[in-house]
Nanobody, 118 residues
Framework: VQLQASGGGVVQAGGSLRLSCAASGLTFSNYDMGWFRQAPGKERELVAQISRTGNRIYITDSVKGRFAISRDNAKKMVYLQVSSLKPEDTAMYFC????????????WGQGTQVTVSS
């Protein structure tokens, strides 16, 4: 499994980005997908999750109303629209597949860095 996240950057508070993750080496439509983030000195946290068909979505409370997750199974892509960014959203963002109740934690990619300046 290979995961390539992109779309991060440096933005001012209040700005927006669209993060993308390209997946390969798996039957993408068979997996739930999640976006995680890890800030310096903090544990990695799940930000958003989307089911295989996209009909069930979870967004963590701290970003609810500001972040949105979507997927395109034909392109094997998952997206995270991040809006109304705050400095505390600064982190490395990663995508990861989930099979049943298990995240494929051997498949972390390099992630994409989001830096929000105040």
């Amino acid at each position: 499994v290979q995961l390539q996240a992109s779309g991060g950057g440096v933005v001012q508070a209040g700005g927006s980005l669209r993060l993308s993750c390209a997946a390969s080496g798996l039957t993408f439509s068979n997996y739930d997908m999640g976006w995680f983030r890890q800030a310096p000195g903090k544990e990695r946290e799940l930000v958003a999750q989307i089911s295989r068909t996209g009909n069930r979505i979870y967004i963590t409370d701290s970003v609810k109303g500001r972040f949105a997750i979507s997927r395109d199974n034909a392109k094997k892509m998952v997206y995270l629209q991040v809006s109304s960014l705050k400095p505390e959203d600064t982190a490395m963002y990663f995508c990861l597949p989930k099979w049943g109740s298990a995240w494929l934690e051997n498949s972390w990619g390099q992630g994409t860095q989001v830096t929000v300046s105040s």
